[in-house]
């Protein structure tokens, strides 16, 4: 069992390029969080989802920020048009329920926005 | 307001010290999560508690519902053990599982 399987580790994108991050969860979770990591602050919340249903996404900006998790395949964070504010360690974590059997988080994605 | 606070925020000690690290929170939680953050690593998570008192290894996590308090002991630390501790709650009403999460504790253990 492979655990959360995050990638790329690190991204590095020009000033207006696409971003895209992916995260398989851990085999039997259908239950996907996404958070972003700040420099010197906290994680925030940006997104749950499961199988091809967003469930909440009150934690995502509302432009240029996307989110899915098809029936096949990874989910992805997807950021358009990117700026140096989205610069951070964006985690995503597992669970097999909505959390109630805790969490198994990914070793992230760094993403630079030079 | 954050609903997690956590203290220290920055926490050095000798190897072989007793550590503590806390944290409060100000809302009603179905659950409280201890995770582990080493420097460029992933997050590991170390403790899951909704009552009372739980130990894997060296550590120990601890959390009093009624005050709203939870704490995070390491005992004969390590140098090995320094990393990032990071608090984080479910809240007992619906959000749907998302985690609030504390600034974290930075630790660092000197040989």
Known sequence: ????????????????????????????????????????????????????????ESGMPKERFSAEFPKEGPSILRIQQVVRGDSAAYFCASSPTGGGYGYTFGSGTRLTVV | KNEVEQSPQNLTAQEGEFITINCSYSVGISALHWLQQHPGGGIVSLFMLSSGKKKHGRLIATINIQEKHSSLHITASHPRDSAVYICAVRLRVSTLGRLYFGRGTQLTVWP
Request: net charge positive; with cysteine; charged share 25%.
């Open chain 1, 1 to 56: 069992n492979a655990g959360v399987m995050q990638n790329p580790r690190h991204l590095v994108r020009r000033r207006g390029q696409e971003a895209r991050l992916r995260c398989s969860p851990m085999k039997g979770h259908s239950h996907v969080y996404w958070y972003r990591q700040l420099p010197e602050e906290g994680l925030k919340f940006m997104v749950y989802l499961q199988k091809e249903n967003i469930i909440d």
